[in-house]
């Protein structure tokens, strides 16, 4: 199945309003087990851990310099998710229009949140293993939220997928200073990645998920390892082809060890690449510019049009797009989150089929005023900026004949429209249907 992607030359993302971009057009290629991937365009991400606790972002013990005797002693040992609820947050989503979810399995620091029985993923002390359920007060209830969540997803129909830390700030093999990590010897380093395989196995075996999404791979380098370039590209090829030999199926992001062309797809982080990558894939997002629990950024979340315009600019240039919410240390999500899926998913159950299954704009230049997606013979014009005049101008989608013009959420009102060459002008009503995004859909011959 081939896809079109383009190469932008010039791009401006200010609050998610697209200026003019010219392109020049490509095409790559989706493999089998990605269809599903592709045609779903819109994703959830959790980030989950010990760090939601504290409240302060999923980087604090870096950021904040606490020293791993600290940091477990009085924030991971008190991290007690009881509120936890998946059906809750499967919910949400799926009211969003999201169709596949991606939680976090082990972040930097290092905690499991499954019941690991890889011996060498120990506490400080060397003594606990430092996991979710045997080092947290949580273990008492005997509950697993990442089968509880897989479980969820499976009843409504959504794709489950784990995220995985390369990097451990916490184990015994590794030197934590800030962000990156020091191999203690070549000797540790061969030793944790046998165990770090070791863990992958048992996420893989116990839940199956249909996407690993790595992360943590900064200490990377091309040739050979070294005590502080201890991950290699030889290692994330080795990673890379470790998980499809355990589950041939599964979807791994470009982290196994990132700019070398590794992994199923691409993933930008927080931005929309200005030239689009030439294979698959995929933005992930924030909602406040934080990715686990930040008290102090929950008055900060952006608005729900500029993320539901940065959703349809990312499916414009045939990209994936996955949305972080960071719930609390109870478990529970934030009001702020719940609003702007809720907000998400007024406009979805409304505009969705212009999302789903759709390819990249057909139009080698984007408009100033919105941009375009494509599914077969059918142009979606996604109007960002409403035109005062009641006229909007189009280009033409090849030399088709243009059948029909009508607004996505009033099939059975049709527009009128001229056409002149490669432009039309279709006559639109006073007053923009929906603010956010309206989305005329045009019907080609």
């Known amino acids: 199945m081939k896809k079109l992607v383009t190469f932008c030359l010039a791009f401006v993302l200010a609050f998610c309003s697209v200026l003019s971009v010219p392109s020049q057009v490509d095409a790559y290629t989706i493999s089998s087990n990605m269809k599903w991937w592709a045609n779903d ?21 870096s950021v904040e310099k606490i020293s791993k005797k600290k940091y477990q002693e009085t924030i991971a040992s008190k991290f007690n998710p009881t509120k936890f609820n998946a059906k809750t947050i499967v919910n949400y989503a799926k009211k969003a229009g999201m169709k596949y979810i991606v939680i976090t399995a082990k972040h930097h620091e290092g905690l499991a949140m499954w019941d690991t029985q890889v011996e060498s ?22 509950r697993d939220v990442l089968m509880e969540l897989k479980e969820a997803c499976e009843a409504e129909g959504i794709k489950f997928g784990l995220y995985y830390s390369i990097i451990d700030w916490n184990h015994s093999s590794q030197e934590f200073g800030t962000n990156f990590t020091k191999m203690a010897s070549m000797k540790a380093r061969e030793n944790y990645i046998t165990d770090m395989k070791a863990q992958l196995q048992e996420l893989v075996t116990r839940y199956n998920p249909s996407v690993m999404w790595f992360d943590g791979d900064w200490t990377y380098n091309k040739g050979k390892a070294t005590l502080s370039n201890w991950w290699t590209k030889a290692d994330g090829k080795a990673l890379y082809n470790y998980m499809k030999k355990i589950s041939p199926d599964i979807i791994v992001n470009e982290r196994v060890c990132r700019g070398f062309q590794l992994g199923d797809f691409e993933c930008p982080e927080q931005s929309v690449p200005v030239e689009a990558p030439d294979r698959p894939w995929e933005t992930c997002q924030t909602m406040n510019n934080a990715w686990g629990y930040d008290v102090s950024r929950e008055n900060s979340y952006r608005t729900a049009k500029s993320i539901i315009q940065e959703l349809v600019t990312v499916a ?3 990209g994936n797009y996955l949305l972080n919410i960071g719930p609390k240390g109870d478990g529970t999500m934030t009001s702020g989150s719940k609003k ?9 159950k409304t505009y969705g089929n212009s999302i789903y299954g759709t390819t990249r704009s057909p139009i080698s230049k984007e408009p100033s005023w919105g941009t375009y ?34 607004i996505l959420s009033k099939p059975n009102t049709k527009l009128k429209y001229t056409v002149k060459g490669k432009k039309i002008t279709i006559q639109v009503p006073k007053n923009a249907p929906n603010k956010k995004d309206t989305v005329i859909v045009m019907e080609y011959a």
């Open 316 to 318: 414009s240039r045939d």
């Open 121 to 142: 993923f120990k506490d400080y002390t060397g003594q606990k293993t430092f996991s979710l359920q045997q080092y947290t007060p949580f273990g008492e209830t005997g």
């Open 41 to 61: 365009k819109f994703g959830m991400f959790i980030h989950f851990g010990a760090y939601s606790e504290y409240g302060h972002g999923e980087w604090a013990m």
């Open 373 to 406: 997606t494509r599914k077969g013979k059918t142009v979606y014009t996604h109007v960002f900026q409403w035109p005062k005049n009641k006229k909007i101008t189009v280009s033409r989608y090849k030399s088709k004949k243009l059948k029909k013009a009508y």
């Open 340 to 348: 702007i899926l809720n907000t998400i998913g007024t406009w979805m």
